[in-house]
């Protein structure tokens, strides 16, 4: 299920969205639509998308403006983090594990490009699987495209199994913590050409978590302001300059 809600800030618009929803902000993951600065003569505003699988969720009424259910596999995007490492442990441990790992390693194989498949880190209602393989590079695709659409049939496979409130993130050659640190130099960098030029700058398309990591970095810098624009599950950043008010 999706909800848009509103705020001065980031943290006002998550507070309104987890009271309102009845849930706790552990239960749901965010994507930030849109977010202005406070100036002299402006309010701040932040507009954010919350994205949750957990039943029993309550009714916001007209207080929060629920979206279309229709794209549910733009959830399986969100927290796209490695967690805490596993220490001694990277083998299945349970069931749930041994068949995520086999579906994992089946997929790869059917693709002729086989791997080995152990767990990288384990978290509440998350799991991190890793592929060691000679054919990383081509599982991870263009922009990490390949392994995503790994990654979310492995999380369609886990709701099959009826773990809808899992998340499973896969890696290969540490990919993710790569892919985020050059998001983070990218942000900064179209930011400056962006105070420089004092024209706004179109990213290319991304999965949601990439575009909120976009959002994020660029935040904190009073003088410039982003939103993403589009339709479907990768969007565009857009990053503006809005002067200092």
């Given at each position: 299920m999706e909800f848009e809600f509103e705020g001065r800030t980031e943290k006002e618009a998550i507070d309104r969205a987890a009271e309102e929803l009845g849930l706790e902000k552990d239960d749901f993951d965010v994507e930030i639509l849109e977010t202005q600065k406070t100036g002299l003569f402006k309010k701040g505003h932040v507009r954010i998308k919350v994205?949750?699988?957990t039943s029993g969720v309550r009714d916001p009424g007209n207080s929060g403006r629920r979206t279309s259910e229709a794209d549910n596999a733009e959830d399986n995007f969100?927290?796209?983090y490695i967690g805490k490492a596993v220490f001694g442990e990277p083998k299945p441990q349970n069931d749930f594990e041994e068949k995520m790992a086999e579906f994992a390693a089946g997929l790869i194989e059917r693709m002729g490009y086989p791997g080995k498949i152990t767990?990288?880190?384990r978290?509440?209602?998350k799991i991190g699987l890793k592929i060691e393989s000679v054919h990383s590079s081509i599982l991870i695709g263009k922009k990490g495209?390949?392994?995503d659409a790994l990654q979310l049939l492995l999380n369609v496979y886990a709701s099959k199994l009826g773990k809808e409130d899992f998340r499973i993130i896969l890696d290969t050659e540490n990919y993710r913590i790569r892919r985020e640190e050059s998001l983070v130099r990218l942000a900064y960098n179209v930011a400056e050409k962006v105070r420089e030029s004092r024209k706004s700058a179109l990213l290319e398309p991304m999965n949601p978590f990439d575009r909120w990591l976009i959002h994020t970095t660029l935040n904190d810098i009073s003088d410039v302001e982003t939103k993403s624009?589009?339709?479907g599950l990768y969007k565009q950043v857009?990053?503006?300059y809005r002067g200092l008010k």
């Open positions: 994205h949750t699988h969100k927290g796209n767990v990288l880190f978290e509440k209602h495209k390949n392994l624009e589009g339709d857009r990053v503006f």
